[in-house]
């Protein structure tokens, strides 16, 4: 019988929570892997991820990947921190995990359990790209 992704990362957040070591952490990460290895269910690993990261959060630990173009200084780090408690005020612990991308022009994009907050320049540009385009058809140019 296959077991909902749901109650795995159900299961896998309450026991996150409870290793206090980080030997332990690494023994529930190695086991989620031989299992979803084992089931045929590696393709599920972003999925099952992005659950484990809404459930967490549910029990008070918000998590969060800042993606931007440059390594980002611990004074915007500590910045989105207070950001996202403001988002989330019954959050116990923020942890914010910064991930380079490169192909971003500038800004920064936050990304949580189940949304996205695009700050980018590019998304900016694709913002304004639309204005025009919305304007073009509006006004029949």
């Known amino acids: ?8 990362a ?3 957040s309450k026991l996150s929570l409870d290793s206090t ?3 332990l ?3 529930l990460a190695e086991e989620v892997a031989a299992y979803l290895l084992i089931e045929h269910r590696t393709d599920e690993l972003d999925s099952l991820m992005r659950d484990v990261m809404e459930e967490r959060s549910r029990l008070g630990v918000v998590e969060v990947v800042a993606v931007s173009a440059h390594h980002l200084a ?3 780090i500590d910045d989105l921190k207070q950001a ?9 612990q923020i942890i914010i ?8 022009i500038g800004g920064i994009r936050l990304e ?3 949304r996205q907050l695009d700050l980018s320049v590019r998304a900016k540009l694709n913002q304004l790209k639309q204005l025009i385009a919305y304007r073009k058809d509006q006004v029949g140019v």
């Open 97 to 104: 995990s910064p991930k380079l991308d490169p192909s971003l």
């Open 21 to 23: 070591t980080a030997f």
């Open 25 to 27: 952490r690494k023994r």
């Open 74 to 76: 611990s004074s915007v």
């Open 84 to 92: 996202v408690k403001e988002l989330f005020p019954g959050a116990r």
């Open 1 to 8: 019988m296959k077991i909902p992704r749901t109650q795995i």
């Open 112 to 114: 949580f359990a189940n």
């Open 10 to 12: 159900a299961a896998i």
